[in-house]
């Protein structure tokens, strides 16, 4: 799915100066403006994402504050500096582009303090509590609204899908993962919709890019209480879950009170300002208790059974993903035309004919230089794949079970042979892929060290990406619970399931990145280690490796490897 919820420049300078004149009038300086929608998710449809109305940049994440002068200062990450710079075109808007390992929310932080800022407007349901005290920390005066407010300003289209819940079988019964999770008299909110979905054992790709659906949650060691839209189409009962149909933005303030809970656990990054408030009216401020990351850490942790079903849909996605590259160098050697868009589609396609209930997010179609925008979305009909580039794949899909793919393949497109740098970058990057892949480490082994491993070819080559090496994967495509970067301090364990993606950007020249997602896993020979074991397994390009760049070992761990794919039949040729 591509975006198609397009507002002209001039669209989004009127909200700016409808937005900034509200301020003015209530002596507020500034506001701020998340990505989120109600529900604190990452992929938020379009027309659903105020930041959007007011910035025009399309990325999945990012930060807004707009000043009571007009202006407005959008914060982007390093995956997004280039696409940002495509995309902003509204006067008015300034790009502050956050250095690699700084936040967007602190970077947001630092730049109220510099301002002077003394009164800021927040939007109660889309801000995350822990914002809001972060914000109480540095302003004089935090203002809490809503989002019917910033609707008054902007030319707000609400999103909606008819959805039918499926459950999914095989796995443990809600029953028993709560019986798990809570003692006697113990509640939890859930805003998080993977971990609803993941709790619930239901899917519903209600939302862009998602297996789950639109919903909040309650849940005590007796029953799930389980919001979800008055549309939302069921056709079993459940003897643990108590359907409630209703407006979910305020199923906080409509729930009953259970007497039996004495300690309702919420997590403050993902819990709303007014969800937070309704609940503690509820239940008593002193009642509620910050659980941070939520059941987060518990759901990044595989079951046999949920990777009977991840390894089946990585099975699946190798194919549609080998089928796409394969018809995109055989059309472009038989002389077809072949633009990004075209590419884009037919890969849509190959994933269909093997099974795919949707995407996992926007499949990044990049030829040529455009394969050095990190997070690449506006795939073009005008941009053809040519002689002597290269083209970068990065896509994924969700199965039968619910739970997201995501791998990444950069090849070469050409009739002569690959130039120098071409093969210098990507097997920098395919030696960083295959240290981290092939790490040796003790449980509780900090995701830094193996973003070292990866980073350390790409470093000593004279490159790096703006980018953590790896993100968790589960019911949604970023999973908490796993994260590689050089902060990570997030100790990893057996069950963990993760990207391992370093990558080589050059504006203007191309990029090229490479992905698999592995588990870690007991090591198979070495006594108290674990290791991580691929559930992807798709050749790489020979035409772009440099073997003489690599060291004995690297050569055999891509040997072993490859050996795997060809008895699958997914080398890539």
């Known amino acids: 799915m591509r975006n198609t919820f397009f507002l002209e420049k001039e669209v989004i300078e009127q909200h700016l100066e409808q937005m900034s004149a509200y301020l003015k009038k209530n002596s507020i300086d500034a506001a701020y403006i998340s990505s989120f929608d109600i529900f604190m998710n990452e992929y938020v449809p379009m027309q659903e994402s105020l930041r959007y109305y007011f910035s025009g940049f399309s990325g999945s994440v990012a930060e807004v504050l707009l000043l009571s002068n007009g202006s407005c200062h959008l914060f982007v990450d390093g995956r997004y500096h280039e696409q940002a710079d495509i995309e902003v075109k509204a006067q008015g808007v300034i790009v502050e582009k956050c250095p690699f390992g700084k936040s967007l929310i602190d970077a947001t932080l630092e730049k109220i303090e510099s301002l002077n800022i003394k009164t800021l407007w927040i939007d109660g349901d889309r801000t995350p509590l822990g914002h809001f005290d972060a914000f109480k920390e540095i302003v004089e005066s935090v203002e809490v609204g809503n989002t019917k407010i910033v609707q008054n300003f902007i030319s707000f289209q609400a999103f909606s899908k008819e959805v039918t819940l499926e459950r999914i079988k095989k796995l443990k019964s809600p029953k028993?993962?709560?019986?798990?999770?809570?003692?006697?008299?113990?509640?939890?909110?859930?805003?998080?919709?993977?971990?609803?979905?993941?709790?619930?054992?239901?899917?519903?790709?209600?939302?862009?890019?998602?297996?789950?659906?639109m919903a909040r949650c309650f849940v005590t060691r007796e029953s799930i209480e389980l919001a979800i839209p008055n549309h939302y189409l069921l056709d079993f009962d459940d003897d643990f879950i108590n359907f409630h149909k209703c407006s979910i933005d305020t199923f906080s303030k409509t729930l009953e009170k259970n007497p039996s809970v004495q300690k309702v656990y919420y997590d403050p990054a993902l819990i709303n300002i007014t969800d937070y408030n309704f609940l503690s009216e509820k239940f008593g401020k002193d009642n509620l208790c910050a659980l941070v990351n939520g059941i987060i850490p518990t759901h990044a942790l595989k079951s046999e059974k949920e990777m009977d079903y991840i390894n089946a849909a990585f099975e699946s996605g190798d194919r549609a993903i080998l089928n796409s590259l394969n018809w995109l160098k055989e059309s472009f050697h038989s002389g077809e035309k072949v633009s990004e868009l075209s590419f884009y589609h037919k890969a849509t396609e190959f994933y269909s004919l093997e099974g795919a209930k949707g995407h996992s997010f926007g499949t990044i179609a990049g030829f040529g230089a455009n394969s050095s925008i990190i997070h690449y979305s506006s795939p073009s009909d005008k941009k053809f794949a040519t002689d002597g580039e290269i083209a970068l794949m990065d896509s994924g899909a969700y199965f039968e079970g619910g739970f997201a793919t995501d791998t990444t393949r950069t090849i070469f497109l050409g009739k002569g042979e690959a130039s120098a740098k071409q093969k210098l970058i990507y097997t920098l990057v395919l030696k960083g892929l295959l240290n981290a892949q092939s790490a040796v480490f003790p449980e509780g082994t900090w995701g830094s060290h193996i973003d070292a491993l990866a980073r350390t070819p790409i470093l000593r080559g004279g490159f790096n990406y703006a980018h953590g090496t790896g993100h968790g994967v589960g019911v949604n495509v970023h999973e908490g619970g796993l994260r590689f970067s050089p902060t990570s301090s997030i100790p990893l364990k057996e069950g963990n399931l993760g990207s391992i993606e370093p990558g080589i950007y050059l504006p203007g020249f191309g990029g090229v990145r490479l992905e698999n997602i592995a588990t870690?896993?007991?090591h198979p020979t070495i006594e108290g280690m674990l290791t991580f074991k691929p559930v992807v397994y798709i050749g790489f390009d020979h035409a772009l490796i440099n073997k003489d760049l690599m060291n004995q070992e690297e050569i055999q761990w891509l040997n072993e490897y490859e050996a795997e794919c060809e008895k699958r039949g997914t080398l890539f040729s």
């Not at 909110?189 to 993941?198: F, H, K, M, P």
């Open 176 to 213: 028993e993962k709560v019986k798990s999770l809570l003692k006697e008299g113990e509640a939890i909110w859930l805003n998080s919709l993977d971990s609803i979905s993941w709790i619930t054992n239901l899917r519903g790709y209600g939302l862009p890019f998602q297996s789950s659906f």
């Open 520 to 522: 870690v896993i007991k």
